[in-house]
């Protein structure tokens, strides 16, 4: 087991930079997220920890060891790949055998019975003398699974491994990648563009945009205290709703749908801020409201609603249940939850302390 520490670690391709200054502590038997949207940079960080790609300054340690310059195989650390990477004309059993076959001198024995606990484990031990080909896809993640298990790595890394899933079963390898973690004690580093994956698994998020972290912390905290309108508005389904006001003074802000001056913030807030709720901070009245709108489309998903309210120039979505959503066209009024309201920077998009 092991912890593992990015000291400002930066990745260049030629002259462009990808990763700026990354700096992150992975505690050990964490289970850390790297989300972040496409192209952003997540598995380029990933591939500078398993070895695939050299570092171009900064430094890396692994179980407080600097492996910023140790080749892949001496890291002990194993990957799994959204492609699941199998060799198609291998047995499973062949498949988890033989890396440990090529970079080990473990005796047959000692092989054979790491395969058949990892099999254990993953439900697949009736699976093992079948070939990729005959296999489903979730089937197939779980040898691709086992086969970096049984080099007992000492970090576990994976990247997008369950992009190529349906949505069923993606919700289920979801409930076991987080029982596996819970059995094995594993530190596991996972990287995901999918905010719902970096939620559910994460024990900490690590979000990341244009190469550069933005926030880490525990899911509900991210939720909660997202430190910008970039991260507030990637974590969470349907996101956060975003409304620049005018602060008038004292507090006290400004914006054409408030039917008055609403007190959020100290005194000290600057002139131009960013609203931030979520769905669920918001409630339709039949009293005279914080705010009036316009509903512009209401979806009723079975147990709930999602309404999407113009506010003066803004769109919000607001959760409320079927039975107090109203249709589109109708103007309502609206209360916010404002012990948890946050407020962003008008400019630079950073939270504000309240
Ligand atoms: N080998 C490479 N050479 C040049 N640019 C690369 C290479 N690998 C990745 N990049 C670029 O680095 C950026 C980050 O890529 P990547 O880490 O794969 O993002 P993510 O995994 O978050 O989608 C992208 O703009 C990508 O085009
Ligand atoms: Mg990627």
Request: proline share 5%; with cysteine.
């Amino acid at each position: 087991m092991a912890s593992v520490v990015f000291d400002t670690v930066c990745k260049s391709y030629g002259s462009r930079a990808t990763v700026h200054d990354v700096s992150l502590e992975i505690e050990d038997k964490e289970f850390m997220v790297l989300v972040g949207p496409s192209g952003c940079g997540k598995s380029t960080t990933l591939r500078m920890l398993a070895g695939l790609e050299d570092i171009t300054s900064g430094r890396l340690l692994i179980g407080g060891q600097d492996m910023t310059q140790t080749a892949p195989q001496n890291r002990d650390i194993a990957m799994v790949f959204q492609s699941y990477a199998l060799y198609p004309h291998m047995t499973a059993h062949r498949n988890m055998a033989f890396g440990l076959m090529k970079t080990t001198r473990l005796p047959k024995e000692e092989i054979n019975a790491r395969i058949s606990e990892v099999a254990g484990i993953l439900n697949i031990t009736d699976l093992l003398d079948r070939r990729p080909k005959e296999m489903s896809g979730g089937e197939r993640q779980r040898v691709a699974i086992g086969r970096a298990l049984v080099r007992q790595p000492k970090v576990l890394l994976f990247d997008e491994p369950l992009s190529n899933l349906d949505a069923k079963l993606r919700n289920r390898m979801r409930g076991e990648l987080k029982r596996l973690h819970q059995e094995l004690d594993l530190t596991i580093v996972y990287v995901t563009h999918d905010q719902i994956e970096a939620m559910t698994l994460g024990t900490r998020i690590a979000m990341m945009s244009e190469g550069r972290l933005q926030q880490v912390g525990a899911p509900m905290d991210i939720y909660l205290n997202p430190s910008n309108t970039f991260v507030a508005t990637f974590i969470g389904s349907p996101e956060m709703g975003l409304m620049p006001c005018r602060h008038e003074q004292d507090g006290v802000l400004a914006h054409a749908s408030f039917t008055e001056g609403l007190r959020i913030g100290p005194s000290d807030i600057p002139r131009s801020v960013i609203l931030g709720i979520r769905p669920e901070e918001v409630s339709f009245t039949a009293g005279a409201g914080m705010a009036r709108g316009q509903v512009v489309r209401a979806e009723l998903i079975g147990a709930e609603a999602l309404v999407e309210v113009a506010l003066g120039p803004d769109l919000i979505t607001v959760r409320s249940t079927v039975a107090d959503a109203p249709l589109a066209g109708n103007e309502v009024a609206l209360d916010f939850d404002l012990s948890r309201a946050r407020l962003f920077h008008g400019e630079t998009g950073q939270a504000i302390k309240l």
